[in-house]
């Protein structure tokens, strides 16, 4: 019996598997048939034929990765993937570098870094002097998938996708000099950047069936579908980590970095609400 007819069309084609974790594309499984305890023995030859042809779909697998590892590397060239970095679970957030909290309220003892690093000011600060920062992150967690259809051409996209926002404490910074502003009022600014980040994320996590139908690719071909894909949800990580630096420009430029008390209450108020009606959003 020819040897097409004993495998199921996803085993004869590539479906190629992304993940991406932290910007960097992990290698792809190995098609492997699976086994059987006590199924009939495979004839040599049959068996040949199988290798050979699963020889064949790793080599093309492998022609698909490397045209995404250079996509996401082009289209990642403004450093997405150190603000905004994707992984397949839960359980890879505890594998991340640094000291990382999933969102809470912030004490003075979050702020870890014994250095202030690089900041990001959009306006000047009375007195010169930066009381603190936060090193935040997002992680979007999800797996991209491609499968081919009946109709012989392959899908592309992200299943199972959802935000989450995090801080770095290895990365974040109190300035240890006085400073023109009070500590509590530093505290409190640091804090509505991490709000900040957990609305967004919340945002993001309602929208998330948009993204996953926006980042959506269909072609004859796995290299093409997958290649697709990628491009498109690279496109779309940089879309969201460039409307979060707008909203945080927009909370610095307003508050003048939290030393105006009164919008700085204004916008602590605001966050408030709003994180108060999109609870059931959390990631």
Same mark, same amino acid.
């Given at each position: 019996m020819p040897l097409r007819r004993l495998l199921p069309v996803a085993s004869r084609r590539l479906v190629a598997v992304l993940v991406v974790a932290l910007g960097v594309l992990t290698a792809p499984p190995r098609l492997v048939p699976p086994a059987s305890a006590e199924g009939p023995a495979v004839d040599p030859d049959l068996a040949r034929e199988l290798e050979g042809e699963m020889q064949s779909d790793r080599a093309e697998e492998q022609a698909v990765w490397e045209r995404i590892s250079e996509e996401w590397k082009r289209l990642s060239a403004d450093h997405t993937p150190k603000r905004l970095a994707c992984l397949r679970s839960e359980a890879e957030i505890s594998r991340l570098q640094g000291d990382i909290i999933r969102y809470r309220p912030l004490t003075r003892d979050d702020f870890r870094a014994k250095h202030m690093g690089e900041v990001h000011l959009v306006v000047e600060i009375p007195g010169g002097r930066v009381g603190a920062h936060v090193g935040l992150t997002f992680v979007c967690i999800g797996r991209p998938h491609a499968e081919e259809l009946a109709s012989g051409e392959v899908v592309a996209e992200m299943q199972g996708l959802r935000y989450v926002a995090l801080l770095d404490r290895e990365n974040s910074w109190w300035n240890p000099e006085p400073t023109p502003t009070p500590a509590l009022w530093i505290l409190r600014h640091e804090q509505g950047h991490f709000d900040l980040a957990e609305l967004y994320t919340?945002?993001?996590?309602?929208?998330?069936?948009?993204?996953? %139908?926006? /980042? $959506? +690719?269909? *072609?004859?071909?796995?290299?093409?579908?997958?290649?697709?894909?990628?491009?498109?949800?690279?496109?779309?990580?940089?879309?969201?980590?460039?409307?979060?630096?707008?909203?945080?420009?927009?909370?610095?430029?307003?508050?003048?970095?939290?030393?105006?008390?009164?919008?700085?209450?204004?916008?602590?108020?605001?966050?408030?609400?709003?994180? %108060?009606? /999109? $609870? +059931?959003? *959390?990631?």
């Open positions: 919340r945002r993001l996590n309602r929208g998330a069936a948009e993204d996953i %139908a926006s /980042t $959506r +690719a269909q *072609a004859p071909t796995a290299a093409e579908a997958v290649g697709l894909f990628s491009a498109r949800w690279a496109a779309h990580l940089q879309g969201v980590r460039k409307a979060f630096q707008a909203l945080e420009d927009q909370y610095d430029r307003e508050t003048a970095h939290g030393t105006i008390p009164k919008v700085q209450t204004q916008w602590f108020e605001r966050i408030q609400r709003e994180l %108060a009606a /999109t $609870r +059931a959003d *959390a990631g």
